[in-house]
């Protein structure tokens, strides 16, 4: 049976620890864009919470059909998340 080859350590390892690290593109976003991020999604299910809960008495999303009232929480919730996308 024949042997296998023995490879040396240093094959491997050397390209690893000769590597630059990569610097990211771009700054941090600001703390502004963080809050408005959740506070979309949090307004988002709020709006959806309260139309369920209380909607008939609320003048304003009565005078509003079902999917509307859908369309604007999960509207505002689905900004909320494409907005973590550009999030760093």
């Keep these: 049976m024949p042997k296998s080859k ?3 350590k ?3 390892t050397d390209a690893a620890v000769s590597r630059t690290p990569v610097k990211v ?3 941090p976003t600001p703390r502004w864009y963080l809050v408005v991020m959740l506070g979309l999604m949090i307004i ?3 709006w959806l919470v309260v139309y ?3 909607g008939e008495q609320i003048p304003f999303m009565m005078a509003l ?3 509307q009232n ?3 929480g999960f509207g505002l919730a689905v ?3 494409l907005m973590t996308m550009n999030w760093r």
């Design 6 to 8: 023995v490879r040396s």
């Design 10 to 12: 240093t094959e491997y």
């Design 25 to 27: 593109k771009g700054s």
């Design 44 to 46: 988002g299910l709020a």
């Design 52 to 54: 369920y809960l209380a």
């Design 65 to 67: 059909e079902t999917w």
């Design 70 to 72: 859908f369309a604007i």
């Design 79 to 81: 900004v909320g998340l």
